[in-house]
């Protein structure tokens, strides 16, 4: 399962860093930081991370789990221009989270679909997966509010407000935990009580006592933290379940 870890790991990390190497005018306000860095390294690292996580997935016997994170991906950071018709996944109000959620909780699926054939097993997985990285965008929106505002881009927290957004994602925390906890009961799913509880632990923390820290950029030890509590948050999840 390690392995599998790693793989997902590094294609989490190609797809995302692909998105941070592709100009956009709001990340040029919301990442100051990232002009004038080498956009060819990190596109060449992104390469480099989704061949190697490819081909561990391969050696498994999960195809196309790599592929379809990464397709969405480009698709989401550049779009598709044919003419006069433009289609972009970033930019509406609620669509991007939708197409991360979808996106990433269709790829896990897909990677647990090789171990069961219960198909409400694969959906409570899918669900918990969908749900959890819907809220965790919305909370990368909210860091981002300036320079979505700045370049006319609607999303939910620039609709909506920050604190509404805060307490709508709380809501949305415990509906979650509370129902794969059901799940467990049910035996829909296995008793993962590290996973579940770990998750529960970050979307709590982010939303009552670290919410702050994703307005702005960001520096230090609030930076370093925010990164690891987000976007490390299921690896780190599914490592710790393999090790305890």
Known sequence: MIKIDIAGGLVIYSTYTLDRALDSEEDAINRGELIGSKKHVAIAACIIAFLAGTLIL?????????????????????????????????????????????????????IVSKWTDSIFTIVSIFLFYAIKLFTNSILYDIRDIKGDMAAGIKTLPVCMGKNRIKKILMIICLLLHSGMFLSIMMNFIRPETVILSYSFLVGILCLSFYFSAFEGKGSGIKSYSRELMIDGESTIALVLRDIL
Do not use: D, H, M, Q
């Open 58 to 110: 391969t050696s498994e016997s999960i195809f196309f789990a790599s592929f379809f994170p990464f397709i969405v991906g480009c698709l989401y950071s550049k779009g598709i221009k044919i003419g006069r018709f433009k289609l972009k996944l970033k930019g509406s109000a609620g669509g991007k989270n939708l197409v991360v959620a979808l996106t990433w909780g269709g790829t896990i699926a897909i």
